[in-house]
Every structure is written in structure tokens, then in C-alpha cells.
């Protein structure tokens, strides 16, 4: 299983917000920024939340990311059908001589 | 603009190896690390390690230390990620990405498409 801890699954409507958290420990998200991915269906991983809470250019304001203690979330707002992709967090970990870790991934579905 | 451009899908049969290029274009190569990032059928993403194309210097995951070798043509801005004695576990969709960071924070900002490996009998 993923050193990161996702829900499986969210959902929403279109126009509404949802949250997606992200549990880690003092290894990884304790002492390591958080990046979010989003990846479309059948297409690669896209940079969507770095350092937390930094949106690469292009990425819309309706997405948005936190960080408190060892866990982080990503949040969507006004949520929208092209929204419906996984979501990976990641972060570095500091243990076994150190190493990416990701979390196991969230399918938003939009209703 | 930046671009990973990863080669194409492979068969390979349990025991054998495979080999996955990635070229990159529109930046200087030798600037930013390449890791690898694998992904098994339904599931998350699994990192394996990272390559400096300045350097030649790697950096693998324990799990999978002694049969993955990284390796880069800095001629060619391209990298490479070689693993051996496969088995039905290594099926999956590899992907290279570029790293970019300062000393607060990384991220791996652009992917390759993924290159589907499958391994079976």
C-alpha cells in the first residue's frame, strides 16, 4: 500500500466544491512540501499543486492546495465535468536514504 | 516549448529486460534531474529513481536496487531507464519526468506520454 493516504473515491456536483485529503507522517509531509497530480483518463500524470499550494501557470484558481502538521489537502472549486481525473499527492520522504512517495490516488467523479 | 518524448510499447517475456528512452527538447538537458515514475495497471504511481543528466549520477528505490539501471546520451538530450529480469509484477506504464526545484521545494514539472511495458509469457 501507498506511504500516502487517500479516499479511493469523491464526487460532486458541477458548480460544487470538494476536498481531497492527503495523510502522511513526520517523514514525508511533516518535514517536505506537497505536490498534487492530476492525471486525465488514459494520459500522464499533470502538475496541478507544488509546494503545497502554488499553482503552475495555467492551472486554474478553482484549484487549490493546504498544508497542516503531516497532512495536506487539495481542494476544487466550482467543480466542473472536465475536473473528473485521478489525483496523486506526493512528497518527499526522508526515510530509506529518502525517496518519493505517493498516495494511492483519488478518483473524482462529477455527477 | 518542453517535451518528453518517451519510445514505444514493449512485450517482453518473464527473465528478459527492457529498455525506455526518453528525449527530451526545449531546455538544456544536462539541467534538471530525470526520474522515473511507473505506474501498474488501476493503480497509483510508484516512484523507481532519479538520473542527474549533468552528472551521470543515479539515485534508485530500494526495491528496485540491482535491476534497474539509469543511464543518459547528453549528445542526444536523451535518458534511459533499463530493468531486468522482469516478471508480470514490472507490467506497467513507465513515465520520465523533469524535475524542477529550489532548496525549498521540487516537483516534477513536465512527463513523458508513458511507455507500456508488459511482461508475459
Known amino acids: 500500500q501507498s506511504v500516502l493516504t487517500q479516499p479511493p473515491s469523491a464526487s460532486g456536483t458541477p458548480g460544487q466544491r470538494v476536498t481531497i485529503s492527503c495523510s502522511g507522517s513526520?517523514?514525508?509531509?511533516?518535514?517536505?512540501?506537497v505536490n498534487w497530480y492530476q492525471q486525465l483518463p488514459g494520459t500522464a500524470p499533470k502538475l496541478l499543486i507544488y509546494?503545497?499550494?502554488h499553482r503552475p501557470s495555467g492551472v486554474p484558481d478553482r484549484f487549490s492546495g493546504s498544508k497542516s502538521g503531516t497532512s495536506a489537502s487539495l481542494a476544487i472549486s466550482g467543480l466542473q465535468s472536465e475536473d473528473e481525473a485521478d489525483y496523486y499527492c506526493?512528497?518527499?520522504?526522508?526515510?530509506?536514504?529518502?525517496?518519493?512517495?505517493f498516495g494511492g490516488g483519488t478518483k473524482l467523479t462529477v455527477l | 516549448q518542453v517535451q518528453l518524448v518517451q519510445s514505444g510499447a514493449e512485450v517482453k517475456k518473464p527473465g528478459a529486460s527492457v529498455k525506455v528512452s526518453c528525449k527530451a527538447s526545449?531546455?538544456?538537458?544536462?539541467?534538471?534531474?530525470i526520474h522515473w515514475v511507473r505506474q501498474a495497471p488501476g493503480q497509483g504511481l510508484e516512484w523507481m529513481g532519479w538520473?542527474?543528466?549533468?552528472?551521470?549520477?543515479?539515485n534508485y528505490v530500494q526495491e528496485f536496487q540491482g535491476r534497474v539501471t539509469m543511464t543518459r546520451d547528453t549528445s542526444i538530450s536523451t535518458a534511459y531507464m533499463e530493468l531486468n529480469r522482469l516478471t508480470s509484477d514490472d507490467t506497467a506504464v513507465y513515465y520520465c519526468?523533469?524535475?524542477?526545484?529550489?532548496?525549498?521545494?521540487?516537483?516534477?514539472?513536465?512527463w513523458g506520454q508513458g511507455t507500456l511495458v508488459t511482461v508475459s509469457s
Open positions: 509546494s503545497n499550494n
Open positions: 519526468a523533469r524535475e524542477q526545484g529550489s532548496a525549498n521545494y521540487y516537483k516534477f514539472d513536465y
Open positions: 513526520s517523514s514525508n509531509i511533516g518535514s517536505n512540501t
Open positions: 506526493s512528497a518527499w520522504d526522508d526515510s530509506r536514504n529518502g525517496r518519493w512517495v
Open positions: 538520473i542527474n543528466p549533468n552528472s551521470g549520477g543515479t
Open positions: 526545449g531546455y538544456s538537458f544536462t539541467g534538471y534531474y
